[in-house]
């Protein structure tokens, strides 16, 4: 071996912000318009329960954000909602439960009240390509976490039973 190599067997590669933005391995959200946001999930397993947690920037500042069932799929839930800085930067962490219910393409959506206005609703559209139970394991992308599938997390009652925190 010859002095002065560098015997380090890493390779390092200098990657450019947003190539790092656009890396298959993270979360792709994009804002459509004012409080309109689509996230693609990337591949994910039918009849799975997945934990999915991220950060959005909000145009305002919110005390109030309220999940609203009604306007919501079934498929998704809202578990954990922080102000992750001060209130007048508007930057939020959110936590919700994805239930992969269909095969091939499934988009669902969540809908939360941003303050005391009924007409002001944050849309949140969760979309992936959801494999069948013969056609192999999915790698999750960051931000996305497998959940037991003993249980329906979905449901608030059947939550509190858990000997686990999905937080």
């Given amino acids: 071996m010859s002095a002065g190599i560098d015997q380090s067997?890493?390779?390092?590669?200098?990657?450019?912000?947003?190539?790092?933005?656009?890396?298959?391995?993270?979360?792709?959200?994009?804002?459509?318009?004012?409080?309109?946001?689509?996230?693609?999930?990337?591949?994910?397993?039918?009849?799975?329960?997945?934990?999915?947690?991220?950060?959005?920037?909000?145009?305002?500042?919110?005390?109030?954000?309220?999940?609203?069932?009604?306007?919501?799929?079934?498929?998704?839930?809202?578990?954990?909602?922080?102000?992750?800085?001060?209130?007048?930067?508007?930057e939020y962490e959110m936590c919700f439960v994805f239930y992969a219910s269909k095969e091939k393409h499934d988009k669902e959506t969540a809908c939360l009240r941003l303050g005391d206005d009924e007409a002001n609703i944050l849309e949140i559209n969760f979309e992936a390509k959801v494999l069948g139970a013969h056609q192999g394991t999915p790698l999750l992308r960051n931000g996305i976490t497998l959940l037991p599938n003993h249980t329906n997390h979905l449901d608030s009652k059947s939550i509190q039973k858990l000997h686990f925190n999905i937080n």
Wanted: hydrophobic share 35%; net charge positive.
């Fill in 9 to 90: 067997h890493h390779v390092k590669f200098n990657l450019q912000e947003e190539e790092i933005k656009n890396h298959h391995e993270n979360l792709d959200i994009v804002k459509i318009d004012g409080n309109k946001y689509d996230i693609n999930l990337g591949y994910l397993k039918i009849d799975h329960f997945y934990k999915v947690v991220f950060s959005l920037k909000l145009d305002g500042n919110f005390k109030n954000v309220v999940f609203v069932p009604h306007l919501s799929s079934p498929q998704v839930s809202l578990k954990e909602l922080k102000n992750k800085s001060d209130l007048s930067k508007g």
